[in-house]
Each structure stands twice: as C-alpha cells, then as structure tokens.
C-alpha cells in the first residue's frame, strides 16, 4: 500500500481535531484505535491517497518474541556409508550456531561477471564453537576430509545423510532441512574478531570459530504437521 499526501488541501483541509489527535496519540493518551479512525477520515475526505481501498488496519509488533523464533539447531549426521566401525551410524551436535550457504545452488557468475556452469548439488557450511565434546563429529570429519584428499572412487566415497532441526524458543521444532548422500568438502578454523557474535570469550577478546562445508546429492525440507517439542 502507497500513502500520499495532497498537497493543494493539506494546508487547508486537515481539522484541527486531527492534529489533536496526532499529538494526543503521540503523547499516548489516545489509542491506536481510534487515531487509526482519524486517519481512516483522511482517506475517505481524499486528503490522503492510498492505491487500494482500506478495508481494515491492524498495528503490530514485526518483531518475533524468543518464544517464537529460532533460537537453537540440531544436526544429525546419520546413515553413514563406508565409515569405519568405531564410528556411530548417528551423531548429534546440539551447538551448531550458524547455517549459511545453504540450499539448492542452481547458477552462478564468475569474475568476470559472465554465467558459470550450473550447480544443482546442494552445498551448505555449519559455524560453531571449537569443543571437546564433539570427539565423534571430529572423526566424521577426519575421515571424510582424507577421503576427499585421496579422491576415492565414488562406490568408496564415505557420505552420510543431514537432518538439521531448527526449533524456536518455546522447544518447538519449526522445519527440517534434510540432506542426502553428503561428503566433506573443507573444514577449517579461524578466529573471529566480531564482538557482535562472541558467544564465550570477554568483550575485549577474540573467539577461535570452526566451520565444516558439505556437497549433497540431495536437499528438502520438511515442515511438520504438529508441533514437536524439543
């Protein structure tokens, strides 16, 4: 919806009882309510013009509470193929802080500002706290990096599949981003100098960052019937 103002009649058109409104309103001694009547006035006088009709106007707060938006993600790495045995079918990292780069790549530009190739795999990179108690995932790492290093055929290629869990702050999971036949394409670790995104160190100190980067046959999401708490 656009608002304009006429000017030939703003000057002289606009009641007194509507600049009233405006400074009560703004001084909160009137309601949302009944200002949003005053502008109704406006548009129906032709003092403000709208290129749809108003029918209704409803004021609300944009901005999602915690209860409402994501606030943790769950990856699970499972269905793992041509791993070593001392490896688990299904790890679960419950620190993941970043998902980026993520979803189904259909095209691209080069430098030169000229069409790539296409790329329909589906890549994505998860941002995490560098931790101890993640010994399993580091070895999920370690082996599918050296796979990738040696360029093993494809029949011993370890891959595994994703299933990352966004759940909002209340404990319920909002959607699935599932990913299939994935490998381990770069991982690697740096240090981040962005007070914005500290998470454990001082305010004046740096924090070392991971980030792991994955190619997938396939890609999904899943949004669920029911509300699923965490």
Partial sequence: MILSVNSAMAD?????????DAKWW???SISDTDFLKG????????IIKVDVPVTEVIATNGSPSDSDRVTSIVVTFQN???????????ITVNSIQRISEFGQITSGWSNSGTPTSPKTNPEFRLDDLPSKDKAQFYQLLNVGIAATQNSQSNSETPEFDVLIDLYTGDGTL????????CTVINYWVFTDSNKMDYRMSADDQAEDREASVYLCQGYHLVFPSATTPQ
């Fill in 12 to 20: 002289t058109s606009i009641p007194q009882w509507i600049k009233n």
């Fill in 26 to 28: 703004s001084e909160g």
């Fill in 39 to 46: 502008i109704q006035y406006l548009v129906r006088q032709g």
């Fill in 80 to 90: 793992l193929v041509n791993f070593p045995s001392t490896i688990p079918n299904k």
């Fill in 174 to 181: 909002l959607h699935t981003l599932e990913y299939d036949k």
